[in-house]
């Protein structure tokens, strides 16, 4: 393909990139595709998938252990971290395959691997992989370059090998103690995974709880779940010093409410906050505008200061889940093919935390719609209560609804309780419809099955 006659160059093969690309030279557009390690971005290769696969591997543990609770009994249950590895990489290895076949089969497009940057308007020089540069030039640029993990700044970090959300994966040997820096939804996933694995865990989290931006009581909810797990949980502590212990462990200093205090553990894992990957872009070639974090600024159609450029996924800040960057793929589809005027403002953004039980959000919470000054009732209800739950012996946790008290209408859900993602997904229909709360109050699901807990949930007066 002769570099000039390009039409369009996709930075990145991502959740939002790679289907871009795709799009793009389906419709005729001469297009590059650019991926500098791995196709599939960090949701196949270092976030969802390998994550949720092991986060599986952690549950078949937990299962096991309580089996007798089923009146099934079992001799000991141990976890071969390896093995959980390899399971990991083959379903990884599988997901990226896929994908790199799809870009190398597609006419009007070419996967180049590489790392990127600007040169000048329009203008992209790739570092090859294998060596030498190509120059590519295009009217069109896309950059789903994504984040990585935000390393945090400790006094004695750079004694103490740090493990992110990607090396924690790559551990062959089950941590003793592994001591967590932060209390968001990576840590606690990792936290609750470890220690169903058969570690020590203890969580530091500088906030007074644990998943900042959720409602008090879901907040404390969950830090109930993971200390009945067995994992030691400090909220209101932030990291001072770190040292390395001659045995080789670590030695983690913290300040709390009490004073400071030492902890020690074998591994440390870094679990609080990402980074854009802009660096290497070299965006300053071209005057692109980011925020005082790196993150690329765009407006709600995704485009950047700079004409006929575009950012899509974690690069561009804001949510930072995969099916935000698929989204975003699919307004620049609609608008650049489609003839649409499709934005980002006022999308629903769902998601889903892979603690056990899990907890999946969509809409306002209580503290948002309080905040604005909504006037709103609030349906609430124990899983404890779900018949479904009962018989699956799987009772932590609650049920909570936003309703706006006005129109009946649902503003926003929280399901901390067994496959709580999946039931708030359709909480989320309901809302996408537009559908008053009494529509599933009224409605008849089959019975046992978890969705008929919403005529219950729905069943209020206040």
């Known amino acids: 393909m002769p570099d000039k006659k390009l039409d369009a160059i996709v930075i990145g093969t991502g959740q939002g990139g790679k289907p871009l690309a795709l799009a793009l030279a389906g419709a005729g557009w001469k297009t590059a595709v650019i991926e500098r390690s791995h196709v599939g971005g960090t949701c196949v290769n270092v976030g969802c998938t390998p994550t949720k696969t092991m986060v599986a591997s952690a549950r078949a543990a937990f299962l096991a252990r309580r089996s007798s609770d089923f009146g099934v009994h079992t001799g000991e249950v141990s976890v071969n971290l390896a093995e959980v590895r390899r399971r990991k990489q083959s379903v990884v290895d599988d997901f990226r395959s896929g994908g790199q076949s799809a870009l190398e089969k597609a006419e009007n497009l070419e996967l180049i691997f590489g790392e990127a940057s600007f040169s000048g308007p329009n203008k992209i020089v790739v570092g090859l992989t294998d060596g030498g540069t190509r120059e590519l030039t295009a ?15 400790i006094d004695g970090i750079e004694k103490v090998e740090i493990l992110d959300s990607t090396s924690v994966m790559e551990l ?6 592994l001591l967590i820096i932060g209390g968001g939804y990576i840590g606690l996933e990792f936290g609750q995974m470890f220690r169903r694995f058969g570690s020590k865990v203890t969580i530091i989290q500088r906030g007074s ?10 907040a404390d909810e969950v830090l109930k779940i993971m200390r009945d797990d067995g994992i030691d949980v400090l909220l ?5 010093r770190i ?3 001659g045995d080789g462990s670590v030695r983690l200093a913290v300040t709390t409410h009490e004073g400071e205090k030492t902890l020690i553990g074998t591994h440390l894992l870094a679990a609080a906050g990402r980074a854009p990957n802009t660096e290497a872009l070299k965006l300053s070639a071209v005057g692109i505008d980011t925020d005082r974090n790196g993150f690329i600024r765009t407006n709600d159609r995704l485009e950047t200061n700079v004409p006929g450029i575009y950012a899509l996924g974690d690069v561009k800040g804001g949510p930072q889940f995969t099916h935000i960057s698929y989204d975003d793929f699919r307004i620049l589809r609609t608008n650049l093919l489609e003839g649409g005027e499709r934005a980002i403002a006022n999308r629903f953004v769902p998601y889903t935390v892979y603690i056990d039980p899990q907890l ?4 306002m919470s209580e503290t948002d719609a309080r905040d ?7 349906a609430k209800m124990p899983m404890a209560w779900v018949a479904r739950a009962i018989e699956m012996s799987e009772t932590r946790g609650f049920m909570k609804a936003v309703i706006d008290a006005k129109t009946d209408r649902i503003l926003g859900c929280a399901i901390l309780g067994v496959e709580g993602g ?6 989320q229909i309901a809302m996408i419809g537009g559908l008053p709360y009494t529509a599933l109050r009224d409605a008849t699901f089959a019975h046992p099955a978890l969705a008929e807990s919403l005529n219950n949930l729905m069943n209020f007066s206040q």
């Open 139 to 153: 009217p069109k640029i896309f950059i789903n370059t994504g984040c990585r993990p935000a390393r945090p700044v």
């Open 172 to 177: 062959d040997e089950l941590p003793e103690h």
């Open 209 to 218: 709880q644990l998943l900042g931006r959720e409602d008090q009581d879901v």
């Open 236 to 240: 209101d502590s932030t990291p001072v």
């Open 243 to 245: 040292d390395r212990e």
């Open 360 to 363: 999946g959000r969509v809409g």
């Open 372 to 378: 604005k000054g909504i006037d709103i009732k609030i």
């Open 422 to 427: 999946e039931i708030m997904s359709m909480i």
